[in-house]
């Protein structure tokens, strides 16, 4: 589960056997998750779930989404073609 970047308690990762289109996890806290959201990142930023975030994290989170964009699809594709490629 290779995490992004974390942003005021917010972890943006990805998850191991994800799939397209493009999209990341934003996880609140540490353990067992239990607050999350998902987001798809191509070819646009959407909300797909929401379990438990407050709306100013929603907003936040969406915030650094579009700030990192470039960055989260470079991840992306980095780590899902080393994958493919073991």
Known sequence: MPTVFVFFGLRFMFFSNDHEPVHIHVIKGKGKIKEYAIYQVVPDIILLENKG???NE??????????????????????FSNIIKS
């Open 58 to 79: 929603l907003k936040m989170a969406e915030m650094v989404i579009e700030e990192n964009k470039e960055i989260i699809i470079e991840n992306w594709n980095r780590f």
């Open 53 to 55: 975030l407050k709306s």
